[in-house]
C-alpha cells in the first residue's frame, strides 16, 4: 500500500522551512484563524467548480463530495475556536492563492485544468503542513491534525485525476512542473506574515500587530 503522505512529499517541490512550523506554534490563533479561512476557500472553490462545469459528471460528483468534506473540516476548526475562547477577526490574506493563481490560463480547457493542478498543490501543501504540525502540539490540536491528515491526504489525488481526464499525460507533468517550482518558492521565500500557507515570516515583521491586520482574507 502507498503512502499518502510520502506521494504528496514528492509531489511538492519544496518541504515547508521549520521555521514556518517555530511561527505556526508560537501563534495558535492566527494558525487556527486561517486554517478556518483555509477550509472555508476550499468548500468554495470545489462548490464554484460545481457551478461552472456542471457539464462534467464526474468532476461535479467529486467537487460536491470535497466541498461538504471541507465546510466539516471548517466547522470542525470553528468548534476548536470557540472552545478556546478565539474570536474571528478578518486576516490579511497571503500572497501564496494569489500567487498560484497568476499561473492559470485564460481559455477553456487550459483554465479548467490550471485550476486542477492548483487545487492539487493547496491540498498537498496543506496536508505536508498537518502532518508536521501534528504531534508539535497541544493534545487536542495534536489528535485533530492528525486526523485531518487521514482526510486530506487524498484531496491532491482527487485533484490530479480529474486533470488527467481532461490532458494527456506528458502536457499534464509539463504544467504541473510550472506549479510546482512557483509553489515552492511561495512556501520557502521570507513572507510579510505568518499565515497558513505563508512562507516563513521575515525576523522584522513578525509581530503580533501586524498578524491581525484588518484586511480581507483569501487564502486557499
Ligand atoms: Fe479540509
Ligand atoms: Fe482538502
Known amino acids: 500500500m502507498t503512502d499518502p503522505i510520502g506521494s504528496l512529499r514528492a509531489f511538492l517541490g519544496a518541504a515547508t522551512p521549520e521555521p ?43 467537487m460536491s463530495k470535497l466541498a461538504r468534506e471541507e465546510l466539516r473540516h471548517f466547522e470542525q476548526v ?7 475562547g478565539i474570536a474571528w477577526r478578518p486576516l490579511s490574506a497571503s500572497r501564496y492563492a ?16 490550471d485550476l486542477l493542478i492548483c487545487g492539487a498543490f493547496v491540498e498537498a501543501r496543506s496536508c505536508e503542513r498537518f502532518a508536521g504540525l501534528s504531534g508539535r502540539l497541544d493534545d487536542e490540536l495534536n489528535r485533530f491534525y492528525g486526523r485531518l491528515l487521514k482526510s486530506e491526504a487524498r484531496h491532491f489525488e ?5 486533470a488527467a481526464s481532461f490532458i494527456d499525460a506528458q502536457a499534464l507533468r509539463a504544467r504541473i512542473d510550472v506549479f510546482r517550482q512557483s509553489e515552492a518558492e511561495l512556501v520557502t521565500k521570507a ?11 521575515s525576523l522584522e515583521v513578525q509581530t503580533p500587530s501586524t498578524s491581525r491586520m484588518p484586511l480581507a482574507s483569501a487564502s486557499a
Request: aromatic residues 8%; charged residues 25%; contains cysteine.
Open 20 to 62: 514556518w512550523f517555530e511561527a505556526a506554534i508560537a501563534d495558535e490563533a492566527v494558525l487556527l484563524l486561517d486554517h478556518a479561512n483555509c477550509e472555508k476557500k476550499a468548500a468554495s472553490t470545489a462548490l464554484s467548480m460545481v457551478f461552472r462545469y456542471e457539464r462534467h459528471g464526474e468532476l461535479v460528483a467529486r
Open 78 to 84: 470553528q468548534a476548536i475556536m470557540k472552545r478556546r
Open 98 to 113: 494569489g500567487g498560484l493563481r497568476q499561473l492559470v490560463r485564460a481559455g477553456e480547457p487550459d483554465r479548467l485544468i
Open 158 to 162: 482527487v485533484y490530479l485525476a480529474l
Open 191 to 201: 513572507d510579510a506574515a505568518f499565515r497558513f500557507h505563508s512562507g516563513p515570516p
